[in-house]
Structure formats: C-alpha cells, structure tokens
C-alpha cells in the first residue's frame, strides 16, 4: 500500500524557516517524481514545487523561488521541503503527493501557520 | 486567481449528471493531455479521480468521466450520489518554463440536492 506521511509543519514567525518532510513507503520512491502542494485554509489547491528522481530537475512556482528548496534522499524514501523567509500568504496544509504530471498518490497533510 | 477557470459552484439532485468546466490556455489545457480531476472532502486529502484527459484510476466509479475540447476540460459525473458532494479541482501541466510547472482550477463545490 502506498503512504505518504508529512511532518514538520507548526507555528513561525514571519521571516523564518521550517523544513517539511515526507516519508513514503509501499512504491519504489526513486523511480517517481514528487511533488508539494499547499492548500490555504478555505482556498484552493496550488502546486509548489517538484523533483525528478534523481534530484537533478526541480521546478518551483514562482511565488515561492529563491525562499523554498525541494530535496529528496532515495535511501531514506524521503522529500523535503526547506521554506525560508516565510510571510504570511504561505500560511496552508502542505501536501506531498506522488508526481506523473498528475497527482495519484496524496499524503494527509501537514499545516504550516505564519503569523506574530 | 488561479490558472485554470472552474466555476465556484455546480448543484444537482440524486441520479442527475453535472459537467464541471475547466478552462485554461493552449499553454495548459490545450497543449497538453495530462489533464486531471480531483474530489477532496472537506478535511480530506485530495483523490484523483481522473487523468490523462479521460482516464479513470482503479477504483473510481465509471459514473466519472472526463474530456476536453481545445483549451477546455469537462468532468461529468452522471448517476449524482450523496457521497458526491464535494470539491472538484482540474489541474493541468503547464510545461517547463511557465510560472508554474503545474496549475490548479479554483475548485468547484458539487451540491448534492
């Protein structure tokens, strides 16, 4: 059974970091793309950031260029998400999510609030 | 305001169809066939219910189908179920040097009279 289990998420002040994780089991992680996508409380779902396998690719929204970085550890079956310089419109459940140029598999989520 | 133009609403009563309306650019939806659909409950993850335009994962319903039409997509869920109500977000690849490598509807909330 496929799982993607997030973690990392919490309160920050504006202007910080917190570096999200996912952790996947039940597929063989380093054959697959993966993706993040956020989902602000009440709105809709935008699509952050991806890696290719190897992590030789990534690709951001431009949002959030130059202030997030997606990484991945295939040993660990793992992705990452390091969020500097935080405001406030990056307040949202961060999802990782299985990447085929669409989205199969969904993690639960992990909220991420930026406020004073 | 989002990429893909969906609208904010659609309502239908119990074995009525809906189509929900995806509209975008021939830089997304039209230039590409890696449209999907997704159902996301309210706290839920989002489940892919549709992908590659008109493909159905193992396990949706044959009640969802999916098309497209130059720079639009359709979802049509025919037979409406209760379980149905829910919001429905297209999404769409965008290609390697847009803003976005990926660009999402802005949801459509699915009544179930």
């Known amino acids: 059974e496929v799982q993607l289990v997030e973690s990392g998420g919490g309160l920050v002040q504006p202007g910080g970091s917190l570096r999200l994780s996912c952790a996947a089991s039940g597929f063989t992680f380093s054959s697959y793309w993966m993706s993040w996508v956020r989902q602000a409380p009440g709105k809709g779902l935008e699509w952050v950031a991806n890696?290719?396998?190897?992590?030789?690719?990534?690709y951001y929204v431009d949002s959030v260029k130059g202030r997030f970085t997606i990484s991945r550890d295939n040993a660990k079956n793992s992705l990452y998400l390091q969020m500097n310089s935080l405001r406030a419109e990056d307040t949202a459940v961060y999802y990782c999510?299985?990447?085929?140029?669409?989205?199969?598999?969904w993690g639960q989520g992990t909220l991420v609030t930026v406020s004073s | 305001q989002s990429a893909l133009t969906q609208p904010r609403s659609v309502s239908g009563s119990p074995g009525q169809s809906v189509t929900i309306s995806c509209t975008g650019t021939?830089?997304?939806?039209?230039?590409?066939?890696?449209v999907s659909w997704y159902q996301q409950h309210p706290g839920k993850a989002p489940k892919l219910m549709i992908y590659d335009v008109s493909k159905r994962p193992s396990g949706v319903p044959d009640r969802f189908s999916g098309s497209k039409s130059g720079n639009t997509a359709s979802l049509t869920i025919s037979g409406l179920q209760a379980e149905d109500e829910a919001d429905y977000y297209c999404c769409s690849y965008a290609g390697s040097y847009t803003f976005a490598h990926v660009v999402f509807g802005g949801g459509t909330k699915l009544t179930v009279l």
């Open positions: 890696i290719k396998q190897d992590g030789s690719e990534k």
């Open positions: 999510a299985r990447d085929l140029l669409q989205f199969d598999y």
């Open positions: 021939s830089s997304d939806v039209g230039g590409y066939n890696y």
